[in-house]
Structure formats: structure tokens, C-alpha cells
């Protein structure tokens, strides 16, 4: 290992520790580690340090860290919270690598305890030495015996060896993914569970598994993001060598949306910003422990279909229904097998149902070469990526023996594709057949769930490297948050388009301009202050004379004084008014954690009710624009729906693009856009933003 993770592996992977605070008794905190790694083999160097006793569990005990005779790769660090910072110091000095840090009473309990991390964070990393936790599980690696952790999930049984690897910021959680693993027979060896994060986080661990060889799938389990870099260089790398990240992402946090002003800002919550960085990089994310351990293990099979078809052969018509419904709500595609195999299977047995599910009936029990016959013909003739077999209690039989040597003719004879089976066996049975070469799921909709997922890993890790984003100019931000006006040429300097308008300080300015652009046209107040118009009757529509300019001018600047009083007013603006566009709303927010995030939506309800939006970080290319156009629920209305014209989508993703790269170029003052809404003109027409508002930060 020899990337940006590599500074881990002492820590993960040492040949020697030592235990800071060992105890001769092995159910205790700072016993435990030692009774696990003798009793499994730890093959590297054992230190106990404690004062107070020479021998510990059958070990030399060292009474100092100065005393210890050779610089361990770790130290587990297990001692009263008061000790701990001068322990940190020690052992820096001893030139340790890295820290497993059980002691707690740091950032979890108060702002002191904050302060104390901090520093002694400081002091690690000055000294190049790594530190997991404080107030962490620690890490287990079942392969090397390796057990830095005081979990009481070993009591009851050692890992089952299996390339899964899970990181985990929950320690209590973590362990008990990988007891869920353990009891279901899932080959977890490796788990990384990180506690308060104050050095190593998750995402850096997550890093190092992509990068471990004895890793194949990745399992995650978060309750917040608190450093960006690390894990988008994590998934990246897991994605260029192809290995699954499947998270279980909990938490729905308000942060940094409680007092916002925008519409981007007030639907981009931390976890719909969180799920959009998972998206991009092909994560997928589980609703429960169940499904992520159902995706994990089906995952380390590799066999990730880019196109992945899911051909089912059941016993049972109502299960078939069952698959078909839940692959349609997934989008799993389930072609119908072609015309002439399924005469040819009706021939054979004229009651079977030959489309997709392809059931092949109880007959298959009287003449067990049928099974073979109509799988065969499902991925020969239906050329399927993926195949379940629904078999239920058959699988208990005395007849299956015979079945799923049958079934086991056909697969070997067609490697390369998703093989699984939904049936009820006792744990050997279900063992012979994952030995065998099936993913065994007891329940068929945790199956296709899983199939899909398999299919998802398979499309992003094909997916070539998006276009860049369209340049921009170099971008200076105001030192207030500007008006409408000001916004929008801010906005056009960096290839943002907005319809026809004027900013008029008088009434008779606002006449000609609106004689310009003919009528209708859109008078709005001008204000750097009021930045939400509509709000307080500030915008008006359909203005189609010059007496209501008139009017609707002095209207305007009442509202405005009334609502505003403090307001420093510009003015009115006058827009021409497009007709035969689609509403659409294009925002940037900035996220404390991954920085600005571009939303797409339609306007309206879309926005408003339905949230109907997608997030994407900046900046991108108008490829990837023009998927999130196409990605939400409302594109149809944007596509051409019930005959209507096309939208100029083309336009519309150039347009998108654009303001990712203008939000990156803006730098950390920038806050929020919204440029709602944004008229897509039909197609060819192009699309122009009709309002803009730009809020400038500290």
C-alpha cells in the first residue's frame, strides 16, 4: 500500500503493540485486547504497560513506555483521561505510529474536554503518529489475530473469515454489524470503528480498505461527515478498484440550514447533500443492517453486470409476481424471454408460464431435468446477467439433491453472471450451496434488492470521467450581498443568461424600457435589502400598458417602503416577460462539510412541496448537468410530455454547469444562489434566468 492511506497501516495492521493501562484480568476494558490476541495467535510482539504489576496475563509487563524494549507500531491507550495527553507525549517521543485510544471524557462530554482533544491531536500529528479515536472500539483484524478492541462480541464466537471489510464511526454499532455478519455466516474479518474522529475519520478508513488487497467489499456505517477530502479521495479510490462501498447512513441533521434565506439552502439538509457525494460515486446506501449485509455479502461474488437483466425461475406463480413488482419499483429490468423459447419450454410442460418470471411449476419435482432445460434456456435464449431461482421449502426436499445438481450444470457451463437462489435451508445447506458458487437469500425481495444494488456497482464502475466544467471567468464577489441587478451581471459575466431587463430609478425610465422590450413586461422592487420580493408583493406580472407601468412603479416602492422601511431602494426593475418556457429553479449551497453544492429542480410545487430536486457537488460538466435535468421525477414536463414542445435542455445543462463552476470560482464568501426561476425556452430558444439572488458571507 503506497497511497495517501498508506500512514494507517501501523495502525491497522502493526507487528507489535503495546497496551497502556493493561490489566491481568481479561474481561476488563484493558485486559481484553491481550486475552483476544494471545488465545487467536497474534503472531507480532505483545507489551503490557502498567506500574504496578511485573507480569500480566502470562507477559512481561514494562512499568513505563521509556522501559518498553522496542518501539511498538501501535499503542492502545486505555488509562484515566487525566494521564492521557502526557501518554501521547511519551510515546511520540518513542517514535509510535499510531494510537488506539479507548479513554474517553474528551469532545463528547464538553468544551474543555474539546480543547484537551485538540491539543493532544496537535501533539500526535507533530510527532507523525496516527490516533484512533478517543472514545473508540478500536479495530479488530480477524485474519492477522489482531484484536485492538474491548468488545464483548467475542464471547460468543471469532469472526468467519471473508474479505468484507467495515468501518464504522459507532463502536457499539460497528461491532454489532459484524456480530449480525458472524451469526449469518458472513465472511467480516476486518472492522474499523472510529469513535470521535479526532484524527482518523471514517472516510480515511474507508480509503485505506480500498486500498487493503484482502479487502473486496466495504462496508460503512455513519452518523455524520465532518472532513470532505478524505472521503471523497476514499471513494474515488474504492471505485477505481472496483470494490463496492455499500453505507448505512443515519441522522437528519438541520445544520447550517436552520436560519437560511434560500430555497436551495432550506431543502439541502446535511443528509441530502451526503446521499448526492454518495451518488456520484456509485455508494449505496442501505436503509437497514439487514440490506447492507444482504448487499456486502452478494457483493463479493464480483460479478458487477453493467447492464444488469434479471431473469427469475420459480416454482411458485405468486412469488414471481412478488419479484416482478419489487424489480419495477427498483427499476431492475426483467425482459420477457423471446417468443420462440418460451414455445419451446410450452411444449415441454404446457402449463408452465414461460414470459419472465418463467415459472416452471411443481414439475420440475416429478422430472428434475427440467430444471436444468428451463434455466438453460432462461440465460442461453433470455441471456440474462443476473438469474434468481426461487425454490422455497423444495430446497428442504429429498428431491433437491438432484435439483441443484441440475442447477449447478447450468452454471458452471455459463460462468460470468449473478447466480442466487431464495430458499429455505437449514445453515449447512445454505453453506454447500454458497460454496457451490450461489448467493443464497432466504426472502426474494431481499434478493432482487440485492441484485439491483449489484448492477448499480456495475454501471459506476463503468462510467467514464465526466466532461469538465465550462470555464468562467475569474469571479469577485461584492462585499455585501448585491442586488437582483447586481447579481445578474455577475452572473452573465460568467455565461449565465437572464431575459431582457432595465433597472429604472424613475417612473419615466420605466415606461421606455418597457416600451423596448414590449409588452407584457415584469416590474419588480430593486433592493439589495429585500431580497425575496415576492414575498412582500414586490414582483408584478402581466404589466401590458403604460399606464400600469406607471402605476404599478409607485405600487411598487410603496409595498416596499411599507414592508422595508430601512430598505435602500434602486429603484424598479423592468424584465421582459417569457412566455412558453418551463420553470425551473437552479441553486448553489454552501455546505459546511463538501462546500458548494448545486441543486436542480423544477419550479412551483415541484420546489416547494414535492421537493422534487437533485444535489451534485461543484463544480461539473453540462454531461453530468444534463443527468441531473434528466434524473428527477418532473423531466418528462421538460422532455416533451403530452405533446408539448421540447425544452432546450442542451441549454439548460450549459446553464447549470456554468453556475457549479461560477460557485467554485466565488471562493468561501459565496453562500447561496437561487436562480428561480430559470425559463427552459423551447428547444433551441436557449434558457434564461428571471430572478437571482446571490447572498455574500464573511
Not at 121 to 150: E, H, I, K, Q, W
Not at 186 to 196: E, F, Q, R
Not at 393 to 415: C, F, G, H, K, Y
Not at 569 to 595: M, N, S, T, W, Y
Amino acid at each position: 500500500m503506497s497511497s495517501r492511506f498508506s500512514g494507517l497501516t501501523p495502525l491497522l495492521a502493526p507487528r507489535s503493540v503495546a497496551v497502556l493501562g493493561a490489566s491481568s484480568d481479561p474481561t476488563r476494558i484493558s485486559g481484553r485486547p491481550i486475552a483476544y490476541m494471545r488465545s487467536q495467535g497474534f503472531q507480532g510482539a505483545l507489551y503490557p504497560v502498567n506500574p504496578n504489576r511485573a507480569e500480566i496475563q502470562g507477559l512481561k509487563a514494562y512499568p513505563s513506555i521509556a522501559d518498553l524494549p522496542e518501539t511498538p507500531d501501535v499503542a492502545i491507550v486505555a488509562i484515566a483521561a487525566e494521564h492521557v495527553p502526557a501518554a501521547v507525549e511519551e510515546l511520540g517521543k518513542k517514535g509510535c505510529k499510531g494510537i488506539v485510544m479507548f479513554s474517553a471524557g474528551f469532545a463528547e462530554m464538553d468544551e474543555a474536554g474539546e480543547a484537551v482533544q485538540r491539543d493532544m491531536v496537535a501533539t500526535a500529528r507533530s510527532y507523525g503518529m496516527r490516533l484512533l479515536g478517543p472514545n473508540c472500539l478500536g479495530v479488530f483484524d480477524a485474519r492477522r489475530s489482531y484484536y485492538a478492541t474491548f468488545s464483548s462480541s467475542f464471547d460468543s464466537g471469532w469472526p468467519v473469515p471473508g474479505r468484507i471489510g467495515i468501518a464504522s464511526q459507532s463502536g457499539a454499532y460497528g461491532t454489532h454489524l459484524y456480530t449480525l455478519a458472524r451469526n449469518r455466516g458472513i465472511g467480516a474479518s476486518l472492522c474499523v470503528m472510529t469513535g470521535n474522529e479526532g484524527d482518523v475519520t471514517v472516510g480515511e478508513c474507508i480509503g485505506w480498505l480500498a486500498e487493503n488487497p484482502e479487502v473486496d467489499v466495504i462496508a460503512v456505517y455513519a452518523e455524520g461527515i465532518r472532513e470532505a477530502p478524505g472521503l471523497i479521495a476514499a471513494l474515488e479510490a474504492a471505485r477505481a478498484a472496483k470494490k463496492p462501498v455499500v453505507m448505512q447512513k443515519v441522522g437528519r441533521s438541520e445544520l447550517g440550514t436552520k436560519a437560511a434565506k434560500s430555497h436551495t439552502a432550506s431543502i439541502a439538509g446535511d443528509d441530502a447533500v451526503t446521499e448526492a457525494v454518495m451518488n456520484e460515486f456509485g455508494v449505496y446506501r442501505a436503509r437497514n443492517s439487514e440490506e447492507m449485509l444482504d448487499i456486502a455479502h452478494t457483493a463479493t461474488r464480483k460479478i458487477y453486470p453493467v447492464k444488469n437483466t434479471l431473469g427469475v425461475i420459480t416454482v411458485s406463480g405468486g412469488a414471481g409476481v412478488l419479484i416482478s413488482d419489487v424489480a419495477e419499483s427498483l427499476g431492475l429490468n426483467m425482459p420477457e424471454m423471446p417468443l420462440d423459447a418460451q414455445k419451446k419450454l410450452r411444449d415441454l410442460v404446457p402449463f408452465c408460464a414461460p414470459r419472465n418470471p418463467v415459472d416452471a411449476t411443481a414439475q420440475v419435482s416429478n422430472d428434475v431435468t427440467l430444471v436444468k432445460t428451463f434455466t438453460e434456456s432462461m440465460v442461453r435464449d433470455g441471456g440474462y446477467s443476473s438469474v434468481l431461482g426461487f425454490f422455497s421449502m423444495t430446497a428442504s426436499s429429498r428431491r433437491w439433491p438432484a435439483i441443484s445438481e441440475q442447477l449447478n450444470v447450468v452454471r458452471d457451463e455459463n460462468p460470468g453472471r449473478l447466480y442466487a437462489l431464495s430458499v429455505i435451508v437449514p445453515p449447512e445447506g445454505r453453506d454447500k450451496l454458497e460454496a457451490d458458487g450461489w448467493v443464497v437469500h432466504e426472502d426474494p425481495t431481499r434478493a432482487v434488492v440485492a441484485i439491483d444494488a449489484m448492477g448499480r456497482f456495475g454501471a459506476a464502475f463503468a462510467k467514464p470521467a465526466g466532461l469538465p466544467a465550462l470555464a468562467v471567468p475569474a469571479v469577485t464577489l461584492p462585499a455585501q450581498t448585491p442586488s437582483e441587478a447586481e447579481a445578474k451581471r455577475l452572473l452573465a459575466g460568467a455565461g449565465i443568461a437572464s431575459a431582457p431587463e432595465a433597472e429604472c430609478a424613475t417612473v419615466e425610465q420605466a415606461v421606455a424600457a418597457a416600451e423596448r422590450f414590449g409588452y407584457p413586461v415584469v416590474m419588480k422592487i430593486l433592493s439589495a435589502d429585500i431580497l425575496h420580493k415576492s414575498e412582500i408583493g414586490g414582483v408584478l406580472l402581466d404589466v401590458s400598458d403604460p399606464a400600469s407601468v406607471r402605476d404599478g412603479f409607485a405600487l411598487l416602492l410603496e409595498r416596499a417602503k411599507a414592508a422595508a422601511p430601512t430598505a435602500k431602494l434602486d429603484g424598479v426593475l423592468v424584465a421582459k416577460q417569457l412566455k412558453g418556457g418551463v420553470e425551473c429553479i437552479l441553486g448553489i449551497h454552501r455546505d459546511p462539510v463538501f462546500g458548494p453544492m448545486a441543486m436542480f429542480g423544477l419550479g412551483g410545487i415541484f420546489v416547494e412541496v414535492l421537493k422534487d430536486v437533485v444535489f451534485r457537488r461543484c463544480p461539473f460538466g453540462p454531461d453530468v448537468a444534463e443527468e441531473m435535468i434528466r434524473s428527477i421525477k418532473g423531466s418528462p414536463l421538460l422532455l416533451g410530455a403530452r405533446g408539448k414542445k421540447t425544452a432546450d435542455v442542451k441549454a439548460l445543462a450549459e446553464t447549470l454547469s456554468r453556475l457549479s463552476a461560477f460557485a467554485v470560482a466565488a471562493g468561501p464568501r459565496l453562500q447561496s444562489i437561487d436562480l428561480n426561476p430559470v425559463f427552459a425556452m423551447p428547444e433551441g430558444e436557449g434558457a434564461f434566468a428571471v430572478d437571482a439572488v446571490i447572498e455574500v458571507g464573511d
